[in-house]
Protein backbone atom coordinates (compact mmCIF):
# COMPACT_ATOMS: atom_id res chain seq x y z
CA UNK A 1 0.00 0.00 0.00
CA UNK A 2 2.73 2.30 1.11
CA UNK A 3 4.54 1.80 -2.26
CA UNK A 4 1.58 2.59 -4.31
CA UNK A 5 1.30 5.90 -2.48
CA UNK A 6 4.02 7.06 -3.01
CA UNK A 7 4.37 6.20 -7.22
CA UNK A 8 1.19 8.22 -6.92
CA UNK A 9 2.98 11.29 -5.12
CA UNK A 10 5.83 10.99 -7.53
CA UNK A 11 3.34 11.09 -10.78
CA UNK A 12 1.42 13.91 -9.93
CA UNK A 13 4.78 15.69 -8.82
CA UNK A 14 5.83 15.23 -12.51
CA UNK A 15 2.89 16.99 -13.81
CA UNK A 16 2.76 20.71 -14.82
CA UNK A 17 2.12 22.75 -11.95
CA UNK A 18 -0.27 25.36 -12.34
CA UNK A 19 0.45 29.05 -12.74
CA UNK A 20 -1.08 31.87 -10.96
CA UNK A 21 -2.10 34.63 -13.43
CA UNK A 22 -2.52 38.67 -11.69
CA UNK A 23 -5.93 38.77 -11.20
CA UNK A 24 -8.19 41.86 -12.92
CA UNK A 25 -7.48 45.13 -11.47
CA UNK A 26 -10.00 46.83 -9.36
CA UNK A 27 -13.08 48.19 -11.29
CA UNK A 28 -12.92 52.22 -11.28
CA UNK A 29 -16.23 53.54 -9.43
CA UNK A 30 -17.49 56.77 -9.70
CA UNK A 31 -17.94 56.81 -5.84
CA UNK A 32 -15.74 59.70 -3.69
CA UNK A 33 -15.16 56.60 -1.44
CA UNK A 34 -15.79 52.80 -1.30
CA UNK A 35 -15.48 49.85 0.69
CA UNK A 36 -15.71 46.37 0.02
CA UNK A 37 -15.87 43.45 2.93
CA UNK A 38 -16.38 39.64 3.73
CA UNK A 39 -19.09 40.49 6.26
CA UNK A 40 -17.96 36.79 7.74
CA UNK A 41 -14.30 37.69 8.73
CA UNK A 42 -14.43 41.78 8.41
CA UNK A 43 -11.30 41.54 5.99
CA UNK A 44 -11.77 44.60 3.47
CA UNK A 45 -11.07 43.39 0.23
CA UNK A 46 -11.07 46.38 -1.75
CA UNK A 47 -11.22 50.43 -0.90
CA UNK A 48 -10.98 53.96 -2.23
CA UNK A 49 -10.25 56.90 0.19
CA UNK A 50 -12.17 54.26 2.75
CA UNK A 51 -11.01 56.59 5.43
CA UNK A 52 -12.17 59.85 4.19
CA UNK A 53 -14.46 61.73 6.54
CA UNK A 54 -18.18 61.53 4.81
CA UNK A 55 -21.76 62.48 5.50
CA UNK A 56 -23.65 59.17 5.04
CA UNK A 57 -27.27 60.05 5.13
CA UNK A 58 -30.04 57.05 5.35
CA UNK A 59 -26.81 54.59 5.77
CA UNK A 60 -26.74 56.07 9.56
CA UNK A 61 -30.20 54.02 9.57
CA UNK A 62 -28.40 50.88 9.60
CA UNK A 63 -26.86 51.80 13.02
CA UNK A 64 -29.99 52.93 14.49
CA UNK A 65 -31.44 49.58 13.76
CA UNK A 66 -28.63 47.17 15.07
CA UNK A 67 -29.00 49.62 18.55
CA UNK A 68 -32.81 48.81 18.14
CA UNK A 69 -32.49 45.39 18.31
CA UNK A 70 -29.60 44.93 20.46
CA UNK A 71 -30.64 47.21 23.36
CA UNK A 72 -34.49 47.23 22.77
CA UNK A 73 -36.90 44.36 22.34
CA UNK A 74 -38.51 43.98 18.76
CA UNK A 75 -41.34 43.21 20.64
CA UNK A 76 -41.90 46.22 22.36
CA UNK A 77 -45.15 48.67 21.62
CA UNK A 78 -43.54 52.26 20.61
CA UNK A 79 -45.96 54.92 20.56
CA UNK A 80 -45.00 57.80 18.05
CA UNK A 81 -43.74 60.85 20.01
CA UNK A 82 -45.25 64.54 18.85
CA UNK A 83 -41.46 64.48 17.44
CA UNK A 84 -41.84 62.59 15.38
CA UNK A 85 -44.93 63.46 13.63
CA UNK A 86 -44.21 65.14 10.31
CA UNK A 87 -40.63 64.47 10.23
CA UNK A 88 -39.10 65.99 7.16
CA UNK A 89 -37.77 63.36 4.24
CA UNK A 90 -38.89 60.18 3.93
CA UNK A 91 -41.69 58.76 5.71
CA UNK A 92 -44.29 55.79 6.62
CA UNK A 93 -46.49 58.52 7.55
CA UNK A 94 -46.76 58.07 11.65
CA UNK A 95 -49.74 59.68 13.17
CA UNK A 96 -48.86 61.68 16.23
CA UNK A 97 -49.48 58.54 19.60
CA UNK A 98 -50.08 55.69 17.07
CA UNK A 99 -48.54 52.81 18.40
CA UNK A 100 -46.91 50.36 16.69
CA UNK A 101 -44.82 46.98 17.65
CA UNK A 102 -41.61 48.05 17.30
CA UNK A 103 -40.54 45.08 14.50
CA UNK A 104 -42.73 46.67 12.00
CA UNK A 105 -41.27 50.38 12.67
CA UNK A 106 -37.88 48.70 11.63
CA UNK A 107 -39.13 47.55 8.90
CA UNK A 108 -40.71 51.16 8.09
CA UNK A 109 -37.17 52.31 8.88
CA UNK A 110 -35.24 49.94 6.75
CA UNK A 111 -37.36 49.36 3.87
CA UNK A 112 -39.01 52.96 3.40
CA UNK A 113 -36.27 55.02 5.16
CA UNK A 114 -38.87 56.47 7.58
CA UNK A 115 -37.10 58.93 9.28
CA UNK A 116 -40.28 59.74 11.52
CA UNK A 117 -39.99 55.77 12.78
CA UNK A 118 -36.12 56.52 13.10
CA UNK A 119 -37.34 59.01 15.67
CA UNK A 120 -40.13 56.87 17.17
CA UNK A 121 -37.55 54.08 17.95
CA UNK A 122 -34.56 56.44 18.98
CA UNK A 123 -36.67 58.38 21.89
CA UNK A 124 -38.35 54.76 22.71
CA UNK A 125 -34.95 52.99 23.04
CA UNK A 126 -32.83 56.06 24.48
CA UNK A 127 -35.27 58.28 26.12
CA UNK A 128 -34.31 61.20 23.91
CA UNK A 129 -32.73 61.52 20.68
CA UNK A 130 -29.42 62.64 22.47
CA UNK A 131 -30.18 59.58 24.65
CA UNK A 132 -30.53 57.08 21.70
CA UNK A 133 -27.19 58.89 19.81
CA UNK A 134 -25.13 58.58 22.88
CA UNK A 135 -25.72 54.44 22.60
CA UNK A 136 -24.97 54.84 18.72
CA UNK A 137 -21.87 56.12 19.59
CA UNK A 138 -21.04 53.67 22.28
CA UNK A 139 -21.52 50.76 19.53
CA UNK A 140 -19.52 52.56 17.24
CA UNK A 141 -16.73 52.52 19.69
CA UNK A 142 -17.34 48.81 20.43
CA UNK A 143 -17.24 47.86 16.91
CA UNK A 144 -14.46 49.36 16.15
CA UNK A 145 -15.70 52.23 14.06
CA UNK A 146 -12.90 54.77 15.11
CA UNK A 147 -13.45 57.37 12.54
CA UNK A 148 -17.57 57.73 13.08
CA UNK A 149 -19.50 60.24 15.17
CA UNK A 150 -23.52 60.08 15.32
CA UNK A 151 -25.47 62.72 16.34
CA UNK A 152 -28.73 61.89 15.45
CA UNK A 153 -31.19 58.53 14.03
CA UNK A 154 -31.77 59.13 10.19
CA UNK A 155 -29.08 60.83 8.81
CA UNK A 156 -30.44 64.52 7.90
CA UNK A 157 -28.07 67.12 7.46
CA UNK A 158 -28.45 68.60 10.75
CA UNK A 159 -25.41 68.74 12.33
CA UNK A 160 -21.51 68.64 10.62
CA UNK A 161 -20.61 66.38 13.89
CA UNK A 162 -22.54 63.53 12.22
CA UNK A 163 -19.84 61.41 9.85
CA UNK A 164 -18.73 58.05 8.90
CA UNK A 165 -16.14 56.87 6.47
CA UNK A 166 -16.95 53.78 4.00
CA UNK A 167 -14.50 51.64 5.92
CA UNK A 168 -16.27 52.35 9.30
CA UNK A 169 -19.48 51.93 7.47
CA UNK A 170 -18.70 48.53 5.77
CA UNK A 171 -17.55 47.53 9.67
CA UNK A 172 -21.09 48.21 10.78
CA UNK A 173 -22.38 46.79 7.56
CA UNK A 174 -20.93 43.56 8.31
CA UNK A 175 -21.79 43.80 12.04
CA UNK A 176 -25.24 44.02 11.66
CA UNK A 177 -25.36 41.63 9.33
CA UNK A 178 -24.73 39.00 11.63
CA UNK A 179 -27.92 39.51 13.30
CA UNK A 180 -30.62 37.25 12.24
CA UNK A 181 -33.26 39.91 12.74
CA UNK A 182 -31.72 42.40 11.19
CA UNK A 183 -30.57 39.87 8.20
CA UNK A 184 -34.27 38.82 7.82
CA UNK A 185 -35.66 42.65 7.48
CA UNK A 186 -33.10 43.81 5.25
CA UNK A 187 -33.50 41.12 2.85
CA UNK A 188 -37.42 42.02 2.61
CA UNK A 189 -38.88 43.22 -0.97
CA UNK A 190 -41.76 44.02 0.42
CA UNK A 191 -43.78 44.05 3.93
CA UNK A 192 -47.31 44.59 5.19
CA UNK A 193 -47.52 46.49 8.64
CA UNK A 194 -50.37 47.66 10.36
CA UNK A 195 -51.52 51.21 9.79
CA UNK A 196 -53.80 52.36 12.69
CA UNK A 197 -56.99 54.14 12.06
CA UNK A 198 -57.20 52.68 8.67
CA UNK A 199 -59.08 49.81 6.91
CA UNK A 200 -55.77 48.33 5.17
CA UNK A 201 -52.13 47.85 6.01
CA UNK A 202 -49.38 50.27 4.81
CA UNK A 203 -47.22 48.11 2.55
CA UNK A 204 -43.50 49.11 2.26
CA UNK A 205 -41.54 48.33 -0.89
CA UNK A 206 -38.05 48.30 -0.16
CA UNK A 207 -36.34 51.39 -1.96
CA UNK A 208 -33.00 48.77 -2.15
CA UNK A 209 -33.04 48.54 -6.46
CA UNK A 210 -29.90 45.86 -5.76
CA UNK A 211 -32.29 42.85 -4.16
CA UNK A 212 -33.82 42.51 -7.29
CA UNK A 213 -31.04 43.94 -9.65
CA UNK A 214 -28.31 41.70 -8.40
CA UNK A 215 -27.91 37.55 -8.08
CA UNK A 216 -27.85 37.13 -4.34
CA UNK A 217 -28.72 40.42 -3.27
CA UNK A 218 -29.63 40.39 0.41
CA UNK A 219 -29.38 44.06 1.58
CA UNK A 220 -28.66 46.13 3.03
CA UNK A 221 -29.66 50.49 3.02
CA UNK A 222 -30.07 53.53 0.69
CA UNK A 223 -29.50 56.97 1.16
CA UNK A 224 -29.48 60.60 0.13
CA UNK A 225 -29.66 63.91 0.96
CA UNK A 226 -28.54 66.98 -0.67
CA UNK A 227 -24.98 67.51 0.71
CA UNK A 228 -24.38 63.87 1.06
CA UNK A 229 -25.97 62.85 -2.29
CA UNK A 230 -26.01 59.17 -3.23
CA UNK A 231 -25.29 56.98 -0.75
CA UNK A 232 -25.15 52.76 -0.83
CA UNK A 233 -24.72 49.70 1.32
CA UNK A 234 -25.74 46.68 -0.11
CA UNK A 235 -24.72 42.97 0.22
CA UNK A 236 -24.44 39.45 -1.60
CA UNK A 237 -24.57 35.91 -0.36
CA UNK A 238 -22.99 33.52 -3.50
CA UNK A 239 -21.96 29.70 -2.57
CA UNK A 240 -21.81 30.67 0.96
CA UNK A 241 -20.13 33.50 1.28
CA UNK A 242 -21.06 37.10 1.96
CA UNK A 243 -19.74 40.23 1.09
CA UNK A 244 -20.91 43.86 1.61
CA UNK A 245 -19.76 47.10 -0.51
CA UNK A 246 -20.27 50.37 0.48
CA UNK A 247 -20.18 53.33 -1.44
CA UNK A 248 -20.74 57.18 -0.65
CA UNK A 249 -21.16 59.94 -2.96
CA UNK A 250 -21.29 57.86 -5.54
CA UNK A 251 -23.28 59.50 -8.59
CA UNK A 252 -23.91 55.86 -10.07
CA UNK A 253 -24.23 53.63 -6.93
CA UNK A 254 -26.14 50.68 -7.74
CA UNK A 255 -23.76 50.21 -11.05
CA UNK A 256 -20.71 50.63 -8.45
CA UNK A 257 -21.84 48.45 -5.97
CA UNK A 258 -22.48 45.84 -8.54
CA UNK A 259 -19.10 45.99 -9.96
CA UNK A 260 -17.25 45.30 -6.87
CA UNK A 261 -19.16 42.40 -5.64
CA UNK A 262 -18.84 40.69 -8.69
CA UNK A 263 -14.89 41.64 -7.85
CA UNK A 264 -15.07 40.82 -4.92
CA UNK A 265 -16.41 37.05 -5.99
CA UNK A 266 -14.56 36.75 -8.74
CA UNK A 267 -11.04 37.50 -6.75
CA UNK A 268 -11.11 36.34 -3.39
CA UNK A 269 -13.19 32.73 -2.07
CA UNK A 270 -13.54 31.28 1.07
CA UNK A 271 -10.32 28.97 1.62
CA UNK A 272 -10.27 26.74 4.56
CA UNK A 273 -6.58 26.97 6.03
CA UNK A 274 -6.86 24.70 8.77
CA UNK A 275 -9.38 21.96 8.94
CA UNK A 276 -10.45 20.84 12.56
CA UNK A 277 -8.30 17.82 14.14
CA UNK A 278 -5.89 18.67 11.47
CA UNK A 279 -2.26 17.58 13.15
CA UNK A 280 -0.05 21.13 13.43
CA UNK A 281 2.97 19.86 15.38
CA UNK A 282 4.67 17.53 18.07
CA UNK A 283 7.21 17.26 20.97
CA UNK A 284 9.16 14.38 21.49
CA UNK A 285 9.43 13.14 24.72
CA UNK A 286 11.09 9.50 25.66
CA UNK A 287 7.99 7.77 26.45
CA UNK A 288 6.77 9.04 23.27
CA UNK A 289 5.45 12.49 21.49
CA UNK A 290 2.83 15.01 22.24
CA UNK A 291 0.88 15.69 19.03
CA UNK A 292 -1.24 19.21 18.11
CA UNK A 293 -4.09 19.01 16.98
CA UNK A 294 -6.98 21.76 15.64
CA UNK A 295 -9.96 22.28 17.79
CA UNK A 296 -11.86 23.75 14.81
CA UNK A 297 -11.52 24.81 11.19
CA UNK A 298 -10.62 28.26 10.04
CA UNK A 299 -11.55 29.70 7.13
CA UNK A 300 -10.81 32.84 4.84
CA UNK A 301 -11.21 35.13 2.14
CA UNK A 302 -8.35 34.61 0.02
CA UNK A 303 -7.02 35.81 -3.52
CA UNK A 304 -5.76 32.49 -5.70
CA UNK A 305 -2.20 34.00 -5.10
CA UNK A 306 -2.31 34.35 -1.92
CA UNK A 307 -2.72 31.24 -0.84
CA UNK A 308 0.54 30.24 -1.14
CA UNK A 309 1.62 33.31 1.56
CA UNK A 310 -0.18 32.02 4.60
CA UNK A 311 2.58 30.92 7.38
CA UNK A 312 1.49 28.86 10.29
CA UNK A 313 2.74 29.06 13.46
CA UNK A 314 2.38 26.97 16.67
CA UNK A 315 2.68 28.65 19.93
CA UNK A 316 3.33 26.87 23.40
CA UNK A 317 1.17 28.95 25.88
CA UNK A 318 0.95 28.79 29.69
CA UNK A 319 -2.90 28.66 29.09
CA UNK A 320 -3.26 26.62 26.35
CA UNK A 321 -1.49 25.56 22.88
CA UNK A 322 -2.78 27.66 19.86
CA UNK A 323 -1.61 28.15 15.99
CA UNK A 324 -1.50 31.61 14.69
CA UNK A 325 -2.16 31.99 11.03
CA UNK A 326 -0.43 34.90 9.64
CA UNK A 327 -0.38 36.62 5.89
CA UNK A 328 2.20 38.06 4.34
CA UNK A 329 3.73 38.36 8.37
CA UNK A 330 0.06 39.80 9.88
CA UNK A 331 -2.06 37.81 11.92
CA UNK A 332 -5.16 36.99 10.74
CA UNK A 333 -6.60 34.39 12.97
CA UNK A 334 -5.41 31.76 15.87
CA UNK A 335 -7.07 28.49 16.21
CA UNK A 336 -7.08 26.38 19.95
CA UNK A 337 -4.96 23.38 20.01
CA UNK A 338 -5.56 19.98 22.24
CA UNK A 339 -2.54 17.92 22.82
CA UNK A 340 -2.82 14.03 22.33
CA UNK A 341 0.15 11.56 23.91
CA UNK A 342 0.88 9.62 20.89
CA UNK A 343 3.64 6.24 20.79
CA UNK A 344 6.56 6.46 18.68
CA UNK A 345 4.60 4.22 15.73
CA UNK A 346 1.34 6.24 16.28
CA UNK A 347 3.46 9.22 15.85
CA UNK A 348 4.91 8.55 12.56
CA UNK A 349 1.74 7.03 11.03
CA UNK A 350 -0.32 10.12 12.24
CA UNK A 351 2.41 12.90 10.73
CA UNK A 352 2.51 10.64 6.96
CA UNK A 353 -1.17 10.86 6.93
CA UNK A 354 -1.72 14.19 7.71
CA UNK A 355 1.34 15.15 5.37
CA UNK A 356 -0.48 12.85 2.86
CA UNK A 357 -3.58 14.88 3.18
CA UNK A 358 -1.82 18.33 2.87
CA UNK A 359 -0.34 17.12 -0.20
CA UNK A 360 -3.60 16.15 -1.66
CA UNK A 361 -5.57 19.39 -0.78
CA UNK A 362 -2.96 21.40 -1.90
CA UNK A 363 -2.91 19.54 -5.39
CA UNK A 364 -6.45 20.38 -6.10
CA UNK A 365 -6.36 23.83 -5.28
CA UNK A 366 -4.21 24.21 -7.56
CA UNK A 367 -5.83 22.89 -10.08
Request: hydrophobic residues 40%; aromatic residues 8%; proline residues 3%.
Amino acid sequence: MKKLVFILIAFLMMLPQPTIAAGPALPPVSAETAALIDVATGRILAEKQADRRMRIASLTKIMTAIVALEEGNSQDIVTTPNSAYGKEGSSIYLKRGEKMKMEDMLYGLMLRSGNDAAVAIAEHVGGSIEGFARLMNEKAEYIGMHSSHFTNPHGLDDSDNHYSTARDMALLTAYALRNPEFRKIVSTQVKYIPWEGEQWDRKLVNKNKMLRLYKGADGVKTGYTKLAKRCLSSSATRNGQQLAVVVLNAPQDWEDSMKWLDYGFSQFSRTEVIRAGERVGEDKREDGVLAYYTKQAFSYPLSQEEKSRIEKQLVRNIRGPFLEIRLDGKLIGRVALTIEQETVAQAIGNRFTSNLESFFRTMLEGM
